[in-house]
């Protein structure tokens, strides 16, 4: 069966963007997770697994019955270091490579009409992994300062930061760092059909967050005694090293993680419509094709 091509290049209204988002994920859902878990996979499972074992040896660690036992604690510790290490850098990669193949999924499917190139998918990838890096950087420093100075400049730079990725994908001319300032300036193109979108999307994840959430809330309550009246100390030191708690968390970190590839998706369709306002390329294009099918 064909799926119906979603036109990325074009300006859109404030519904526009938010249907369109939806649309392509409905429409490429099978082909798009699949180049996701084949290029991004390993680097997922490794970063559940470390995640996994990060909450057990924290659990682990603040075990205060344990407390008078030296040479447990002073295990714990270099096993949690090593968690930590591991749990984070695997998070990165994690988190570099999703958005990656995401934007580079768009791109080929822009490129090709609909049609993708996985081969070519993961060798721009793997190429740009560390251009990501030092984007992803220049991000998280952004907005730890956005948010040292006040509330409303993390609103600000929120929007330029969710579209820097995109400008260094789809406009491959530009350096790293080219990227992150013409990102402040295309922002400001329709800033507040952006954020709205983006508020939205918000909203939508913190409720789905919420749902992925509650077996892991109905279980701590339960295994606690939060029902029942009856809290048992031993039960609290003991529960962030419960399997069944670390099987929980797990799986809502993944859908959480898996969640965030909707952001990513409205990212690159607002920055088309941004750059489309500004630049006016996908018209052009069109216009030019319609002339050439006319001769």
Same mark, same amino acid.
């Given at each position: 069966?064909?799926?119906s ?8 209204d404030f519904s ?13 859902f ?6 996701i878990?084949?290029i991004?996979?390993p ?21 205060f019955?344990n407390?008078?036992?030296?040479n447990v ?6 096993? &949690?270091i090593? %968690?930590?290490?591991?749990? @984070?850098?695997? /998070?990165? *990669?994690?988190y570099i490579?999703?958005?990656s193949?995401? =934007?580079?999924y ?10 993708i190139?996985e081969?070519?998918?993961k ?5 740009s ?12 420093v ?11 400049p993390?609103f600000?730079?929120?929007i330029p ?5 995109s ?6 001319k530009?350096? &790293?760092?080219d %990227?992150f300032?013409q990102? @402040?300036?295309? /922002?400001? *193109? ?5 954020f709205g979108?983006f =508020?939205?999307?918000?909203v ?9 959430s ?11 005694g939060?029902?029942?009246g ?20 797990v ?12 952001l ?11 750059h489309?306002?500004?630049? @006016? ?7 030019s ?7």
């Amino acid at each position: 069966m064909n799926r119906s091509y979603i036109e990325f290049r074009k300006q859109r209204d404030f519904s526009s963007i938010l249907s369109d988002t939806f649309g392509f994920i409905r429409n490429e859902f099978k082909p798009f997770i699949k180049a996701i878990f084949n290029i991004a996979g390993p680097a997922i499972i490794i970063f559940m697994l470390s995640l996994a074992a990060y909450n057990y040896v924290v659990g682990d660690l603040f075990n205060f019955t344990n407390v008078n036992d030296s040479n447990v604690n002073t295990t714990s510790v270099i096993l &949690t270091i090593v %968690a930590v290490i591991t749990y @984070f850098v695997s /998070a990165i *990669a994690a988190y570099i490579l999703t958005a990656s193949t995401t =934007l580079f999924y768009i791109k080929s499917y822009v490129d090709y009409k609909g049609n993708i190139n996985e081969t070519e998918i993961k060798s721009n990838v793997y190429k740009s992994f560390w251009s990501f890096f030092g984007l992803s950087f220049l991000k998280g420093v952004t907005l730890v300062i956005a948010t040292m100075l006040c509330v409303l400049p993390v609103f600000y730079a929120m929007i330029p930061m969710a579209i820097v990725f995109s400008i260094y994908v789809f406009e491959p001319k530009r350096s &790293t760092s080219d %990227a992150f300032s013409q990102s @402040f300036t295309l /922002a400001n *193109a329709d800033f507040w059909t952006a954020f709205g979108v983006f =508020l939205i999307l918000g909203v939508i994840y913190y409720i789905l967050s919420l749902v992925f959430s509650i077996p892991s809330i109905i279980y701590a309550l339960l295994s606690t005694g939060v029902f029942s009246g009856e809290i048992d100390p031993a039960n609290i030191n003991s529960f962030s090293a419960d399997p069944v708690v670390i099987v929980l968390n797990v799986f809502n970190t993944f859908f959480q993680f898996l969640l965030n590839i909707i952001l990513m998706v409205a990212g690159a369709v607002i920055y088309f419509h941004l750059h489309e306002k500004v630049n @006016f390329t996908g018209t052009y294009d069109r216009i030019s094709e319609i002339g050439k099918s006319d001769d």
